[in-house]
């Protein structure tokens, strides 16, 4: 019922730059947080960037000050701003919403994203 699709990952070189969006459809009433996370082969998938319905946002000590995360609520969507980037940046990144969605009853979802990868080479 509610579909979340990330876009706009790619090969960048380090200290290059990208832009990350994931757009929430489906039968949504409202979205509370949103945010990013991202597994790099071999580890556990970890917490990126998170924003409230409100746009406060939380950061990962190691991504403070090059990353920003922004949504448009209008749009159901969230971006991740991603500068600076270094090879240890590489990784698949995940959007995940919290997701109020109406189908003649309302329900809850934690919905994640397929992913979207980036990878930070020379």
């Known amino acids: 019922q509610v579909q979340l699709v990330e876009s706009g990952g790619g090969l960048v070189q380090p200290g290059g730059s990208l832009r990350l969006s994931c757009a929430a459809s489906?039968?949504?009433?409202?979205?509370?947080?949103m945010g990013w996370y991202r597994q790099a082969p071999g580890k556990e998938r970890e917490l990126v960037a998170t924003i409230t319905s409100g746009g406060s946002t939380n950061y990962a000590d190691s991504v403070k000050g090059r990353f920003t995360i922004s949504r448009d609520n209008a749009k159901n969507t969230v971006y991740l701003q991603l500068n600076s980037l270094k090879p240890e940046d590489t990784a698949v990144y995940y959007c995940n919403a919290g997701v109020i969605y109406y189908t003649g009853l309302y329900y809850s979802l934690d919905a994640w994203g397929q992913g979207t990868l980036v990878t930070v080479s020379p």
């Open positions: 489906g039968n949504i009433f409202s979205i509370n947080g």
